[in-house]
């Protein structure tokens, strides 16, 4: 919500009285909604008139035109009102609450399934509204499950102001009207914020100081700012409805724009980092210790990280690729880089076990060579700990690996020029932040190269990330096979664990993937009830003594100590294990050539990029491979990502269909990104709306890097409350 502004009195002509009220005037004090509301409403953070002003609906409802009862017409919507007759509950068979309405026209029989509760609240002698489908019921209608509202005697409310006006609890008879539904809460319904803020809005609206001038606005066909709140909260029209909700979108739109491209330009102007040299015979060094040939596709990419790293431009790229189109490699190749330049590397993951994965496949590679690499997790013993710390201050240790302990102040570098951040949406832009604030004393800062194995959707990307500039990996290396995946109801559990047995005597292997790791445990959601979904010990358990009894079976889950998961993985790897039982610890990182079945326990339960990041556990080897996603999708939804599994290997296909089906909140939400969400802004709906933003951001921030002329001071000011500390804009001017 825009911050107070001037006060109205400034901007009015000589002689006009100041107006009583300001966007920060308590809500508590105001007349006609008073100390109790006032509470109530304090409980959403709802303290004062702008903020009450800045709840914004969550969307708006048709109230159908109000008839007499006898026009009411059976098989379409109707609206009427009356008073309650006779009330009655029916416990027999189906429960159930009964009202009759009466108006002076005829009768209403309305009905309420499973809503007995309703005896307390709707009484004879009431008034009350109810808007449903009609049907008929003996000589008359009925409407069954109506919605319903009881009606205030009549007479008149005040506003704010202390004018009288009539009640606005209905509209008039014959009269459609779009009612505002907004967030509420047990302590606050949504008809009572609607009423309060009818208390304030005409004192509110011309209060809002507007950041975009006329001119700007009108070549891009955007309403007032005032104008588009207040079309929001009291729209006559759907019209209105649209103007206000394209005016609301645009500014959260520009402004995260504005600070995404104004952090950009402070890091390419202001920051320096160090040049990393670059020859033919540093290439060939570093590509003798990869055991392949590397495909075009990185190739590609490593040609972007060479330009970018041999400039004194902080280097900020995004290097996003499909499951298995070897990230971590093209990572290294940067890593080797700083290395040959005799500067230090640094790659973080998010969790212990991929830190654990990385720092063993790296070593592996590095294996007999002079690059000197150690792991740093929150588990490293304090006295090892201190080892490694005082070793990476001198510059004796090449490459640091590890989790969000990079991050923290102990954590001292002699001279970091390259900083990995794997599965970057997992990190937000503090993350970023604090590792390329590792730099020495020279004041330099680190190039950053950020990676990720989910697919992000273009409009995701420069939404989240357009502070980064994009690589993408599309290509497999070579020897990668297709995986064949299938969706199987649970009533074939059985015969689909039978039929692995063959691969098994085949010398093949299993990773087997549940959501829970004990009985009763549901860390995904409370929406299906717990004791139903698999967990690993139950799964193991039955698979030891049903049908896969007498194979070589493991458990594997994060709370296993890091000895324990190192023991049971190399085990597999070397084939003295037929089957791994196991949470999604294994969704990243995992590389088994040998493992060629995936089967997805309570697959329903995983978004399309998990489950496409477990698929890609195996098809590593020369084995067909197949990945077999055993669900009872309660919903239509549930059992389209999986259908869409089944037909799609391609990541970036899958990222743009689960951003359709779930929407990008789901996908990547704010304890992800570590930005505020969006009120009114759709990234699928305001594809065109967001594109407009980024272009007019970029221009305005060439013009102005730091938002600092007189004219912009309250756009400024409006960026860095709503996205200042999410975007690190604290150092930025």
């Known amino acids: 919500m825009p911050e107070r502004t001037p006060p109205i009195s400034s901007r009015k002509a000589k002689g006009e009285p100041k107006p009583e009220l300001a966007l920060g005037t308590p809500l508590a004090g105001i007349r006609g909604i008073g100390q109790a509301l006032g509470a109530k409403l304090a409980t959403l953070g709802l303290t004062n008139i702008g903020k009450l002003?800045?709840?914004?609906?969550?969307?708006?409802?048709?109230?159908?035109?109000?008839?007499?009862?006898?026009?009411?017409?059976?098989?379409?919507?109707?609206?009427?009102?009356?008073?309650?007759?006779?009330?009655?509950?029916?416990?027999?068979?189906?429960?159930?609450?009964?009202?009759?309405?009466?108006?002076?026209?005829?009768r209403l029989d309305a009905v309420w399934f499973n809503q007995a509760y309703l005896g307390e609240r709707i009484r004879p002698?009431?008034?009350?509204?109810?808007?449903?489908?009609?049907?008929?019921?003996?000589?008359?209608?009925?409407?069954?499950?109506?919605?319903?509202?009881?009606?205030?005697?009549?007479?008149?409310?005040?506003?704010?102001?202390?004018?009288?006006?009539?009640?606005?609890?209905?509209?008039?008879?014959?009269?459609?009207?779009?009612?505002?539904?907004?967030?509420?809460?047990?302590?606050?319904?949504?008809?009572?914020?609607?009423?309060?803020?009818?208390?304030?809005?005409?004192?509110?609206?011309?209060?809002?100081?507007?950041?975009?001038?006329?001119?700007?606005?009108?070549?891009?066909?955007?309403?007032?700012?005032?104008?588009?709140?207040r079309l929001y909260h009291a729209p006559k029209e759907p019209a209105e409805v649209l103007s206000a909700q394209r005016r609301l979108a645009y500014d959260e739109l520009l402004l995260l724009q504005l600070g995404v491209h104004m952090k950009r330009m402070h890091l390419r102007e202001g920051l320096k980092a160090p040049v990393l040299k670059w020859t033919e015979q540093i290439d060939e060094h570093i590509r003798r210790r990869f055991p392949f040939e590397l495909t075009s596709a990185q190739n590609g990419v490593i040609k972007d990280m060479i330009a970018d790293l041999g400039t004194r431009t902080p280097t900020n790229r995004l290097i996003q690729g499909d499951v298995g189109s070897g990230k971590t490699i093209v990572a290294l190749y940067g890593m080797l880089l700083a290395v040959a330049s005799r500067h230090q590397a640094a790659l973080m993951a998010p969790t212990e076990i991929l830190a654990e994965q990385h720092h063993a496949s790296i070593s592996r590679v590095l294996a007999g060579s002079t690059v000197r690499i150690e792991l740093l997790t929150g588990s490293t013993p304090k006295p090892q700990r201190g080892e490694i710390l005082a070793r990476l201050s001198e510059g004796k240790v090449d490459?640091?690996?590890?989790?969000?302990?990079?991050?923290?102040?102990?954590?001292?570098?002699?001279?970091?020029?390259?900083?990995?951040?794997?599965?970057?949406?997992?990190?937000?832009?503090?993350?970023?932040?604090?590792?390329?604030?590792?730099?020495?004393?020279?004041?330099?800062t680190p190039h950053v190269l950020v990676m990720t194995a989910t697919p992000i959707p273009r409009t995701l990307?420069?939404?989240?990330?357009?502070?980064?500039?994009?690589?993408?990996?599309?290509?497999?290396?070579?020897?990668?096979?297709?995986?064949?995946?299938?969706?199987?109801?649970?009533?074939?559990?059985?015969?689909?664990?039978?039929?692995?047995?063959?691969?098994?005597?085949?010398?093949?292997?299993?990773?087997?993937?549940?959501?829970?790791?004990?009985?009763?445990?549901?860390?995904?959601?409370?929406?299906?009830?717990?004791?139903?979904?698999?967990?690993?010990?139950?799964?193991?358990?039955?698979?030891?003594?049903?049908?896969?009894?007498?194979?070589?079976?493991?458990?594997?889950?994060?709370?296993?100590?890091?000895?324990?998961?190192?023991?049971?993985?190399?085990?597999?790897?070397?084939?003295?294990?037929?089957?791994?039982?196991?949470?999604?610890v294994i969704e990243v990182g995992v590389d088994i050539p040998n493992a060629s079945v995936m089967i997805v326990e309570n697959a329903d339960r995983f978004g399309l990029a998990q489950l496409h990041q477990l698929r890609g556990r195996v098809g590593r080897g020369s084995r067909e491979s197949v990945c077999i996603l055993l669900a009872d999708p309660a919903t239509e939804e549930g059992m389209q990502r999986l259908r869409v599994m089944e037909k799609t290997a391609d990541g970036f296909v899958l990222a743009e269909k689960d951003m359709e089906i779930r929407g990008?909140?789901?996908?990547?939400?704010?304890?992800?990104?570590?930005?505020?969400?969006?009120?009114?802004?759709?990234?699928?709906?305001?594809?065109?709306?967001?594109?407009?933003?980024?272009?007019?951001?970029?221009?305005?921030?060439?013009?102005?890097?730091?938002?600092?002329?007189?004219?912009?001071?309250?756009?400024?000011?409006?960026?860095?409350k709503a996205y200042g500390p999410s975007l690190g804009l604290g150092d930025v001017g």
């Open 125 to 229: 002698g009431m008034r009350i509204r109810v808007q449903g489908k009609c049907q008929k019921f003996g000589p008359g209608v009925q409407m069954v499950n109506p919605r319903f509202e009881i009606l205030p005697h009549a007479g008149q409310e005040t506003t704010a102001m202390g004018n009288a006006v009539p009640s606005i609890a209905e509209p008039g008879m014959h009269e459609e009207r779009l009612r505002p539904v907004y967030p509420a809460s047990e302590e606050v319904n949504s008809r009572a914020i609607e009423r309060a803020i009818a208390k304030v809005i005409d004192a509110a609206i011309p209060l809002i100081e507007d950041h975009l001038d006329d001119a700007f606005r009108s070549k891009r066909n955007l309403a007032p700012l005032a104008q588009a709140y």
């Open 664 to 720: 990008p909140g789901e996908l990547f939400g704010t304890r992800q990104s570590g930005l505020p969400p969006f009120k009114v802004a759709d990234l699928m709906r305001d594809r065109e709306l967001l594109a407009m933003a980024r272009r007019d951001a970029a221009e305005w921030i060439r013009r102005s890097p730091l938002l600092n002329r007189p004219e912009e001071s309250l756009v400024r000011r409006r960026l860095l």
């Open 461 to 584: 990307a420069i939404t989240l990330f357009g502070d980064l500039d994009i690589s993408t990996i599309k290509a497999l290396p070579p020897g990668r096979r297709p995986v064949r995946t299938t969706v199987a109801g649970l009533d074939r559990r059985l015969e689909i664990y039978e039929s692995i047995l063959p691969r098994f005597d085949a010398g093949e292997q299993a990773f087997v993937v549940v959501p829970a790791i004990d009985p009763g445990a549901d860390p995904q959601s409370a929406a299906a009830p717990a004791e139903e979904l698999a967990d690993v010990r139950t799964v193991l358990s039955d698979l030891e003594k049903g049908p896969w009894k007498g194979r070589r079976l493991a458990g594997i889950h994060g709370r296993l100590n890091r000895q324990s998961r190192d023991s049971i993985m190399e085990r597999f790897r070397a084939g003295q294990v037929d089957a791994i039982i196991a949470t999604t």
């Open 53 to 106: 002003i800045a709840h914004l609906p969550m969307r708006h409802e048709k109230l159908e035109a109000e008839t007499p009862i006898d026009e009411l017409v059976p098989g379409q919507i109707g609206s009427a009102r009356g008073e309650v007759a006779n009330t009655r509950i029916v416990r027999r068979g189906r429960a159930r609450f009964e009202a009759v309405i009466v108006d002076d026209t005829d």
């Open 399 to 444: 490459i640091l690996i590890g989790t969000h302990s990079l991050l923290t102040e102990s954590v001292r570098f002699k001279s970091l020029a390259v900083s990995i951040v794997d599965e970057q949406h997992r990190f937000g832009v503090h993350q970023r932040a604090a590792i390329r604030a590792k730099a020495d004393d020279a004041g330099t």
